[in-house]
């Protein structure tokens, strides 16, 4: 018998680095990494998840498929479990037959998630390199977190989005020094800030706010729960789906006191004239006054007025959360707040002006000299379809029907294969009844995924992926200064193959082995990509260590901080508007575009406008008189780690936050079990009263994984099946997950 060896290694995740303690082949027990001046919590599950009862063990087939091809019963969960090499020749067999029938256009190759912090081992890019070998898929735009801003921001700044997030917006050290009042559309949530794509090592939003504080700086929170902003910060509740408005009264008030700075409009903007009639009700009889906009967002006109006037008699920066585009009518929050930063004259101005996605991820803030990262290429894809990311379900159920997006008319493809890997859109996705009936189209269903998952639960062919834990990788964000090597830390559970050695499978059985792997294994591809990323930092001036060396060392933090430097694009721009131009039509911020304008859209016109949801609380009815929002979890990232949260005692169903009215009124106490509910489905839940979110609405997390289709009610509490399915408009597309009414009664 061989003694059990004991390791303590250093690994990485979207959450941040942590110490992992091995004992032969499993993990033990996960500890804090000492450079981190606030570690998160979630590693802690990670034996748990990892050695979880819920892995997918072997290759897995639904038998119903396997006999007829039959597709209703996908969620049933009776599976054979074939041979590895059995189950790669039916697969590549079904593929094949897809692709030389229907053509690479009838492919879907969704694969939208996180899945690891690892560079090489990225489980979309695995899939997409793999379909684009095979001829091509349909693929898609944009992400649910950001989908919506994703289309706007461009028509407004001339600039992307996640360009415009990540490397051209003030760093956390700029704000502490310039700004005086931080006005939070939908807060700065240091839970959220936990995560980052690639990973965020030293957690610091937390550690800011409390220098904001020393400093005087006020910091306000608008939204409808205290809880979205760190403690201390001044809550300003408000009504969900009614922040434009808000705006609106607070660009109305500049202008009705003289105090908007029309030197900066003239200069760098343009369509000021062109919004204004509309701004005070010369267009449509209805001034946007703050007495127009008490009823609609609950803050009462005098508070309004205040504000507007801290506003303009201060270095004011704007800042406004993702989920603000996630509700119907998206776009208009975030072109609203572009218009009342610029009417107040401080865009490009340091501590100043707007900016987007603070707190919502732990990279944004952070200011680092770029030095890239690692991608494995992806090739090119032949096939030029292309969706809106949130708008799946609406493809798989209306083949060959026309749709708007962004100025384009489309028609969406006939889908007879998904390949997923690396993401659970029964988590993510809205009105989850609604996904389950499109996700019963399609003839065939492929999930890569290392846990039954309800979107494994629902495939017809599951391969067993292992996790970040069980394969060598290389672990850096380009929002992080560090880099990690990520050791394989226990060997493969059960029998688990990394996604790259799946696809190789595959491909070597469709004759396109040597195209997928170019002749190298992961290990080389690592060494490839690696030996890549070290001569571009190098010839940035950036020491990094060869990578037996960071084998050895297992992590470096990377000298690539630097002090405050000119942001690229709206610094520059407001000292040169001319030399400097934005890329939109007219070279500058587009308070009126006409290109937007020309597209007809009544749900997105020319300027920013107050449109009201067709659910939130000015719509609430007696079926339904309570909003939900949807936050994401602080127990873990998305989905992830779920199977082992859900077994802690209490955990599930998911706990929803209730008004105290509002529970007195249905005679709920903090602990009941209740019943959240509305025409789309119902969720049960476990309540908590409190008086920190705003009367009439209530908070269900994300993250719970949804039951297994046909009960009357899902017992884990995933608010995903009550959201509501819908594009915030038609330029954007994105997704409406805030717009939702609900009624909660005692179960």
């Known amino acids: 018998m061989t003694e059990t060896t004991r390791q303590t290694r ?147 700044f001339g600039e992307n989005f996640l360009t415009l997030t990540y490397e051209a917006q003030d760093s956390y050290a700029t704000i502490a020094e310039h ?101 005070l009700g010369e267009a449509d009889g209805a001034p946007k006054s703050p007495d127009w906009a ?51 004259g401080q865009i490009g101005l340091p501590g100043g002006g707007v900016g987007y996605g603070y707190g919502a991820i732990g990279g944004i803030g952070k200011d680092f000299r770029s030095v890239g990262g690692m991608t494995l290429p992806q090739g090119t894809n ?102 990690f090597h990520m050791p394989a830390l226990i060997p493969p559970v059960g029998e688990a193959r990394d996604d790259y050695a799946i696809f190789a499978g595959l491909a070597e059985r469709m004759g396109l082995g040597d195209a997928f792997t170019e002749g190298r294994d992961a290990s080389a591809w690592i060494s490839h990509l690696y030996e890549g990323f070290q001569a571009r930092a190098t010839a940035a001036g950036v020491a990094v260590p060869t990578l037996e060396a960071l084998r050895a060392k297992n992590w470096v933090k990377l000298d690539i901080a630097t002090d405050e430097q000119p942001k690229p694009v709206l610094r520059r721009f407001r000292a040169d508007p001319e030399g400097a131009a934005l890329k939109t039509p007219s070279g500058r911020i587009e308070i009126f575009s006409d290109r937007i304008d020309g597209f007809g859209y009544d749900d997105c016109p020319g300027h920013p406008v107050w449109l009201p949801p067709a659910e939130w609380p000015g719509a609430a009815t007696s079926a339904a008189p309570l909003h939900l929002v949807s936050p994401q979890p602080g127990d873990k990232l998305h989905s992830q780690l779920e199977a082992a949260l859900a077994d802690q005692e209490g955990a599930r169903p998911e706990t929803i936050l209730i008004h105290e009215k509002d529970a007195a009124a249905r005679g709920i106490a903090t602990g009941d079990l209740v019943r959240v509910f509305n025409t789309r489905g119902a969720v049960r839940a476990r309540a908590r009263v409190t008086a920190d979110i705003l009367q009439g609405v209530v908070a269900l997390p994300t993250g719970a994984w949804v039951g297994p289709p046909g009960g009357n009610i899902d017992p884990n ?16 597309q994105g997704t409406s997950a805030h717009s939702a009414l609900v009624e909660v009664e005692k179960a």
């Open 10 to 156: 250093i690994t990485s995740s979207h959450w941040g680095a942590f110490e992992v303690v091995t004992e032969g082949d499993r993990i033990v027990e996960t500890r804090p990494f000492g450079p981190d001046p606030a570690p998160p919590g979630i590693p802690a599950i990670l034996p748990a998840a990892v050695h979880h009862a819920s892995r997918v063990a072997r290759p897995s087939i639904r038998r119903a498929w396997l006999a007829s091809r039959d597709r209703t019963g996908r969620g049933d969960g009776d599976y054979v479990t074939p041979p590895w090499d059995e189950a790669l020749d039916i697969a590549a067999e079904e593929i094949d037959r897809i692709r030389k029938t229907h053509g690479n256009g009838a492919i879907y190759g969704g694969s939208y998630g996180w899945a690891s912090a690892g560079r090489f081992h990225h489980a979309q890019g695995q899939v997409h390199r793999f379909l684009n070998v095979t001829g091509g898929y349909v693929s898609s735009f944009g992400s649910y977190s950001t989908g919506c801003a994703q289309s706007i921001i461009p028509h407004v």
């Open 179 to 279: 700004t005086e009042t931080l006005v939070m559309f939908g807060g700065i949530n240091p839970k959220n800030s936990m995560v980052s794509m690639g990973g965020i090592t030293e957690h610091q939003t937390a550690g800011w706010f409390e220098r904001f504080a020393a400093k005087g700086m006020t910091r306000i929170n608008i939204g409808p729960q205290r809880g979205d902003a760190p403690e201390g910060c001044e809550w300003l509740p408000c009504r969900p789906g009614s922040d434009t408005a808000l705006m609106l009264a607070l660009a109305y008030v500049l202008e009705e006191e003289g105090l908007t700075d029309h030197a900066f409009l003239d200069r760098y903007t343009t369509g000021f004239n062109r919004f204004r009639p509309y701004l």
């Open 294 to 344: 008490e009823p609609l967002t609950g803050v009462p006109a005098g508070t309004i007025r205040e504000l507007a006037r801290r506003m303009a008699g201060s270095r004011t920066l704007i800042t406004v959360a993702w989920s603000l585009q996630r509700q119907e009518h998206g776009e208009q929050p975030y072109w609203m707040s572009a218009v009342l930063a610029a009417m107040l």
């Open 382 to 483: 032949p096939v030029a379809d292309v969706i809106p990311v949130a708008r799946v379900a609406d493809m798989l159920l209306n083949p060959g029907q026309p749709y708007d997006f962004n100025g384009e008319r489309r028609t969406y493809p006939d889908i007879r294969l998904v390949y997923w890997a690396g993401g659970n859109p029964f988590h993510h996705h809205q009105d989850l009844n609604r996904l389950h009936r499109a996700w019963l189209q399609p003839e065939t269903i492929i999930v890569n995924e290392p846990w039954w998952t309800a979107t494994a639960q629902r495939a017809d062919i599951v391969f067993p992926a292992t996790t970040p834990y069980e394969r060598e990788d290389i672990g850096r964000s380009p929002l992080d200064d560090y880099l």
């Open 717 to 732: 509490g995933n608010p995903n099946v009550l959201t509501r399915d819908v594009g915030t408009s038609r330029l954007g």
